[in-house]
């Protein structure tokens, strides 16, 4: 199994060097690492991907910006092996990755999607916890090792909050053809498409072996979207959808929890602080709306 790592690039450089790096460092060598960058202004990062001389390394920069939901569908249309893992440009590998992601896919075939063990980075790449990933440790499943989870059960677990790593995550080739990064979804795009995975019949393997470090900073669209509560915007579009897709396919439980999405409404008031101290009366009005439904 060779590993496609489709890499967007639009960031800080010297985050793009790590995330490159810590693919080569892989101790399983059966990987294809494909760097997309979206038209950054500087055009040195990609000068020292291209200087690494690795035949399993390709660099590619588009003709022009895509946005981040554009570069992510690029990317699906590059990849080439039936496993696929969309990784940020800032985050990094552990050594065992590749590895480990190979025995859980030999162990558990009809996996849909692969969730390997994360740890959360600053941006100074040290470990951390902070508010959001202690809440994501709350409602993910409890247990130990790789096991498998499908259907309103799963589905029902990722709305009451989303506790996968969109970065880390293993999507079979035929799945992100399928269902793609749909346009108007640049912020919540993951959780659409495990959306539809999952209501199409795809399961998760989770696994806690820690191989991947998810970095979360103040630099991230995640981040920058949450203040201006563009992210809020599109997550009540999709739970609106998702409550009413769920309640068609008969989850009532899916469906409640779409329709309630508590930890997004908390996540906003999180966010109401940074609005009021930037004196965004329109951000502002958009946060308590999403926050008090």
Not at 140 to 158: K, N
Not at 205 to 233: C, I, M, N, W
Not at 241 to 251: D, L, Q, S, Y
């Amino acid at each position: 199994m060779t590993l496609d790592i489709m890499m967007p690039f639009w960031g800080r450089p010297d985050h793009l060097r790590e995330a490159v790096q810590s693919v080569l460092a892989q101790s399983d060598p059966d990987w294809r690492l494909v760097v997309v960058d979206d038209v950054y202004p500087d055009t040195e990062p990609g000068r020292w991907v291209q200087s690494l001389g690795d035949p399993r390394i390709r660099y590619l920069r588009n003709a022009e910006n895509l946005g981040v939901g554009g570069n992510f569908r690029e990317c699906v249309r590059l990849a080439e092996h039936e496993r696929v893992v969309l990784m940020g440009c800032d985050d990094r590998m552990l050594p065992g990755f590749v590895g480990r992601v190979r025995s859980l896919v030999d162990a558990h075939p009809g996996a849909a999607i692969v969730q390997p063990g994360v740890e959360v980075i600053d941006a100074a790449g040290a470990v951390h916890r902070p508010l959001a990933d202690r809440v994501k440790g709350m409602v993910r499943f409890g247990g130990s090792g790789a096991r498998e989870f499908s259907g309103e059960r799963l589905l029902t677990s990722l709305l009451h909050g989303n506790w996968a790593y969109f970065p880390s995550l293993v999507w079979r080739r035929d799945d992100l053809v399928r269902f793609g990064f749909r346009p108007g979804f640049e912020v919540v795009q993951d959780l659409a498409l495990i959306v539809d995975v999952v209501l199409a019949g795809g399961s998760l393997l989770l696994d806690d072996e820690t191989v991947f470090q998810y970095r979360r900073h103040a630099g991230s669209v995640s981040a920058l979207t949450g203040p201006d509560a563009t992210k809020f915007g599109e997550e009540s579009a999709l739970f609106a959808e998702v409550t009413a897709r769920t309640a068609a396919a008969g989850w009532g439980r899916a469906s409640r929890a779409a329709r309630l999405h508590l930890t997004s409404r908390l996540n906003a008031l999180t966010e109401l602080p940074a609005a009021l101290r930037a004196g965004d009366p329109v951000a502002r009005r958009a946060l308590l709306r999403h926050a008090l439904g």
